[in-house]
């Protein structure tokens, strides 16, 4: 039976604390010996007879899956003979060897098509001795093992030292064994993945609800019978028709921080006072910090003293956490990636804030995205003159216990299909590094027949 050991099958010492045991028949080899390693490189960018080919070009953005077939990038081939880089053939491991993404994953897929790789790429073209499927499965399943190995540190980027990654012992089954352990992982995380999706969707329509849930209630009350107005403001649309509406401005203040020179100790040895960066905005609320900076840092670097209660506000960046906000409950300091809000008149609660930028969130990272110099930037002037109802404040205390008990059942569920999808992850991880090293045996597997179109090998 699959996942069973036999009591005839030996196992040896890899001498690798990140293989252990192995079988005993199995092999071992450093990496160098069993691929051709091939790097890439970058065209002149201002040159149009090197791009809009038909050659693609992998980068880091294009790693979102285990499977490379097209890009956002691609060359002419004089792109690709103007360059270091050249054509890949099909089948190779592809592995970004330098990005940020290498703080936390090693990203690998495999290549379907011909392709070229810009610098921080690298393609392992396996020997005759194994198989591409195979690589890419050890690098997949066994990252939190091989990316402490690889990593290189010290780097404003991090990156993943050639000579470490080469020099790794591998594990070397037979190749028959070698095509059964990637029919079977093939087979099994297909299943595994299809179980995520369905519970990532699920995951989706209670952010929706959420949003939904928020946006009528800061926007329209509680009450339906009372007469709307047009707001007169293009991301609130009506509104009851007794609700004023203002400028942040005229109900908070709003500021920026700043990163004190790293190169600087005095900033940030013995420091005591908090120091937020744009990572925050991900909790719901702030209450805490890893990182600290000095009195002098405080005085000479555009740090702001922030007193809670305030909104924080992520705004910079491509990802998610432009326009995302959080509540801070601790006085601190904040960067440039950070602003706060915090309010100067009793006319508006922190909470009601709180969730108006929640419901702002959208139209601010479509503002953001307009164009010229601020481009992918949400300016501090942008916030206080983003025009906001108002609600008497009794009203808006109403519209906060409302909100927090209607998200209560929705975060409830929300962390109960959460924790779902870390077991199902982390249960794919194990099941792959268990039959890379042979802890599992699954010689003898087979894809049932009623359920071959679920295998994608």
Known sequence: MVGTIPADRLFKDAGSQWLGNIPAEWGLKRLKFLVSCVGGGTPATGNPDFWGGEIPWVS???MKSGIITKTEDYLTESG???SATSIIQPDAVLVVVRSGILRHSIPAARNLVPVSLNQDMKALIPSSELMTTYLYWIIEGCQKQLLPLWSKSGCTVESIELDYMLGT?????????QKAIARFLDFKTAQIDALIAKKQALLDKLAEKRIALISHAVTKGLDPSVPMRDSGVEWLGGIPAYWKTTRIKFVARIGNGSTPSREKSDYWIDGHFPWLNSSMV?????????????D???KECHLPIVDPPAVLVGITG???TRGMASKLNMIATINQHLAFIKPTTNDISIDYLLFLFERAYSFLRSESDSGGSTKGAITCEQIANLEIPL?????????????REELGALCDMSRSVSTVVDKLQEY????????????????GFTIPEHAKELAHA
């Open 60 to 62: 880091p953005k294009d």
């Open 80 to 82: 690709v003979r103007g």
């Open 282 to 294: 991900n909790q719901e609320e702030v209450t805490a910090s890893d990182q600290f900076v000095t």
């Open 391 to 403: 609600p008497p404040v009794t009203e808006q205390e109403s519209i906060e216990r409302h909100i």
């Open 428 to 443: 794919r991880s194990a099941l792959i590094t268990n039959a890379v090293t042979g802890k599992i045996d699954v010689r």
């Open 318 to 320: 491509q990802g998610k």
């Open 296 to 298: 002098l840092a405080l």
């Open 169 to 177: 012992e591998m594990p070397v089954p037979a190749l028959y064994e």
